[in-house]
């Protein structure tokens, strides 16, 4: 049974840093992780994901601010967040997809709030 739980969220002022954590269980590689974050009345959006091959995608608004990692030793993907904006506010998700299955996966979400 696969399990994502987040951790990191938080409160931060504008122009500050944040580090989310996802930590996985009952996952295998093929697989990709990622964050995606949802604000009030509109679609989840991709944020950044990371290949278990290591080949990384970002959203455009992000670039040069966030950063994707993982530690595939405790399968856990961590999202490096820098240069805040409130507009970066939102509920992160964390996400795995499991190639060989065709399948995602999706933890409880945690809330990121960037106050200017």
């Known amino acids: 049974q696969v399990q994502l739980v987040e951790s990191g969220g938080g409160l931060v002022q504008a122009g500050g840093s944040l580090r989310l954590s996802c930590a996985a269980s009952g996952i295998f590689p093929p697989n990709v992780m990622g964050w995606y974050r949802q604000t009030p009345g509109n679609q989840r959006e991709l944020v950044a994901r990371m290949t278990s091959a290591g080949n990384t995608d970002y959203a455009d608004s992000v670039k040069g601010r966030f950063a994707i990692s993982r530690d595939d030793a405790k399968d856990i993907v961590y999202l490096q967040m820098n240069r805040l904006k409130p507009e970066d506010t939102a509920v992160y998700y964390c996400?795995?997809?499991?190639?060989?299955?065709?399948?995602?996966?999706w933890g409880q979400g945690t809330q990121v709030t960037v106050s200017s």
């Open positions: 996400t795995v997809h499991l190639i060989p299955l065709n399948e995602d996966y």
